[in-house]
């Protein structure tokens, strides 16, 4: 099976920088991409950064400029560094896996999508 861990969230001032973590286990063959979600009180989850299967980035527009998503394939994780954060940034913070295939029982599987607990951000003003 695949886990998806992340960390890396936090309390911080307006104006300061927090870098989250997503670290995809499990015995993992192919994940098509990985990206960052968050879920705001009474709103939708929405996109905040991702790779794309070609390898590029999707930024939403509230965050670019200040939010670099970045990865390391090798180690299927997957990283997002806030900086200038501001109060309306405050969420639960999901990592996502696109299309994940992984080994189990002698056999391939998937692809299949996986989320992250989630990680709590608060920026207090």
């Known amino acids: 099976q695949v886990q998806l861990v992340e960390s890396g969230g936090g309390l911080v001032q307006a104006g300061g920088s927090l870098r989250l973590t997503c670290a995809a286990s499990g015995t993992i063959f192919s994940i098509n991409a990985m990206g960052w979600y968050r879920q705001a009180p009474g709103k939708q989850r929405e996109l905040v950064a991702a790779?794309?299967?070609?390898?590029?980035?999707n930024y939403a527009d509230s965050v670019k400029g200040r939010f670099t998503i970045s990865r390391n394939n090798a180690k299927n994780t997957v990283y997002l560094q806030m900086n200038s954060l501001k109060p309306e940034d405050t969420a639960v913070y999901y990592c996502?896996?696109?299309?994940?295939?992984?080994?189990?029982?002698?056999?391939?599987?998937?692809?299949?999508?996986?989320w992250g607990q989630g990680t709590q951000v608060t920026v207090s003003s």
């Open positions: 996502n896996a696109e299309r994940v295939r992984y080994y189990s029982g002698g056999g391939l599987h998937g692809p299949y999508d996986y």
């Open positions: 790779f794309t299967s070609g390898g590029s980035t």
